[in-house]
């Protein structure tokens, strides 16, 4: 496995499984508390700063693993980053509308973030899992 | 296969001498990847032969291109 695929393995992994916990934390206080009272600030910032870490972290990691192949990437890599970038792109651009709406109908702004995270993730896990299936498949 | 009729040479090796890495030989050589104009050129220079000994192309059932 090259040093983009695993890092774009690191990358989904994590875009998938830290939203998860946000999305499980602020959720799961809607049966007893109304949007506006919900503090999501907190959670989602958090998760964000814990996502730029663990990435951080899991690129350090990899690359003391495999030192020959930190930092490679060839042109295979970069047509694979560019597909992968675009899908994301069109799956960003149709996710967005949503907060858009909610702006629009002034609703709380526990859902009009959150839905813009979810944005954000939704792009990123498709735009991840194209780019696995390019390295796995064939572009 | 062209490497090993130029000194066994392995996939690494290849890789490291047109700037690609092992896994991309890998790909080309399983047909999962196909290179650029450039790239395919630089492959036939390692071996010094020309494209078509390198890289071919399926033709149709109906036998054209």
Known sequence: MSFEEKSTWIYAVIAVTLPVAYFATVLGQLPHTA?????????????IVAAIVLTIVAHIGIAIAAPDDAGKRDQRDKDINRYGEYVGGIVLGAAVVVPLILALAEADAFWIASTIYLAFVLSAVSGSVVKIVAYRRGL | MLRFTHGEMT???????????????????????????EMAFQIARVFNVGLDAVFGYPDTPDGSP
């Open chain 2, 11 to 37: 996939q690494a090796e290849l890789g490291d001498q047109i700037g690609v890495t092992r896994q991309t030989i890998i790909a080309i050589e399983q047909g999962r990847y196909s290179p650029s104009l």
């Open chain 1, 35 to 47: 949007a506006a009272d919900i503090e999501f600030q907190v959670p989602l910032v958090a998760a």
